[in-house]
């Protein structure tokens, strides 16, 4: 299948540079302070974009910015000034009337070449001035793509932190009768469109993880009968089989650098450790070598450090040892069972799933299992994985007849679904798209 990706990104780049709408100032008066513990979202006014396509643009804008938690699109009933030509200066006073910080304008053409222009400016109300403005170009095709790098573009200028609205999610889509279930390998947009099936449902597959260079995954597969650990290119559709262990293979993911995979193993005696494997040369080094079960490893961002669950102190927790299995100590102390945890992007904390008293719980806590926080509880969830920015996770939740998915920002108050067409489980997140 043919990369629809590449095209989109050069121009991308491009708009970012010499072919951008406008200068920017050095630094923008009008910022959300998002490390404060309690943020308010942020009032934005975002009417329609000009042109034939505008309309759907700036509804996929406006829908990523309320979903982030961090803004609050104001009603367009209640705009008084009517955008007629989005270059030209708005008369901000109308917009102070509605208490909007910020403004965004902005018009979708077609090209002579059939490509779809789109281009956005940002103002800030109160400064009485524009701090942003970008173009991009694109075919029909990535016309949400486009939606979703100006969103990203916004959020950053007012946040000072990168957005993840131009990313994909990869899970596990489940149809059929509980007792008959079909589970197929799914990829889609963070926001549930553009879902594309990745296999056929033919096999068992389980817990996809993409690669740091955002065009592969790894996942494991029932098809022989034993779980075995796959790679797949995404756009291509090739793939290969990691490894033939003996035993059983559990929770595969990569190091940062896309060079190894990490995951764990179970032999004969019924315990599990945890291996790294060179994807280069295929050899395998053993990194825990306990009579317990060490499982769901997962690399620190700058891959100098490993952590993972383990029940060698009588119930799963979490540990943490360094990449060549030195040093390996435990974090949690908390009441209950952990289960997979996930280092953050940012490396300041590590999401986990925790069961105790008849709940389950998604959390986060640091990097040395201080200042635990749990931000959603419930029956029966699971499997948190990070947004590229850190900011917001995704997990799944078992509802009415099978798992559904949700995500949640670190203050634990903008909980959101995420619509799929069928059930959906094992989310992973990519990093942002180039």
Not at 35 to 43: C, H
Not at 237 to 266: C, W, Y
Request: glycine share 10%.
């Amino acid at each position: 299948m043919k990369s629809i990706l590449k095209p989109l990104l050069m121009v991308a780049a491009m708009a970012m540079g010499m072919n951008a709408v406008v200068t920017l100032p050095a630094r923008a008066t009008l910022e959300l302070n998002v490390n404060k513990g309690n943020v308010e979202p942020m009032p934005i006014a975002i009417p329609d974009f000009q042109g034939g396509l505008g309309a759907q643009i700036s509804e996929i804008v406006t829908a990523d910015l309320k979903r982030s938690g961090l803004f609050a699109p104001i009603d367009k009933n209640a705009f008084i000034e009517k955008i007629a030509n989005p270059d030209a200066q708005p008369r901000f006073d109308d917009w102070k009337v509605i208490n909007a910080q910020a403004l965004v304008t902005g018009s979708v053409s077609k090209e002579a070449d059939g490509r779809i222009r789109a281009q956005y400016r940002l103002w800030d109300i109160f400064g009485n001035q524009q701090i942003a403005g970008e173009q991009f170009f694109a075919n029909d095709a990535n016309q949400r793509r486009v939606a979703h790098i100006i969103a990203d573009a916004i959020y950053e200028k007012l946040t000072g932190e990168k957005g993840y609205f131009d990313t994909r999610v990869v899970f596990i889509d489940e149809s059929g009768a509980k007792n008959a279930r079909k589970k197929r390998l799914a990829i889609m947009d963070q926001d549930g469109a553009n879902v594309r099936y990745l296999s056929d449902g033919r096999s068992i597959v389980l817990t996809p993880r993409f690669s740091p260079n955002r065009q592969e995954i790894t996942y494991m597969s029932y098809e022989s009968g034993q779980p075995r650990v796959y790679l797949l290119q995404i756009e291509t559709g090739q793939r290969e089989l990691v490894g033939n262990f003996p035993g059983m293979t559990f929770a595969p993911r990569f190091s940062p650098d896309g060079q190894k995979v990490i995951m764990s193993l179970l032999r004969d005696d019924g315990n599990s450790n945890i291996f790294a494997m060179d994807l280069r040369s295929r050899s395998t080094t053993r990194l825990t070598n306990s009579t317990a079960i060490d499982t769901s490893p997962s690399y620190s961002p700058d891959g100098s450090k490993v952590v993972f669950t383990s029940d060698r102190g009588g119930r799963a927790q979490i540990y943490v040892m360094g990449a060549d299995g030195s040093g390996q100590t435990r974090i949690s102390f908390g009441d209950g069972v952990y289960s997979p945890p996930g280092w953050a992007p940012r490396g300041d904390l590590v999401a986990f799933t925790k069961q105790t008293g008849g709940e389950f719980q998604i959390g986060v806590m640091k990097t040395d299992g201080s200042g635990e926080r749990i931000l959603s509880s419930g029956f029966q969830q699971e499997g948190p994985t990070w947004a590229p920015n850190g900011r917001v996770l995704m997990f799944f939740r078992d509802s009415a007849g099978g798992p559904k998915l949700v995500s949640v920002d670190l203050t634990g108050r903008n909980e959101q679904s995420i619509p799929t067409a069928n059930f959906a489980s094992d989310p992973a997140w990519s990093p942002l798209l180039e």
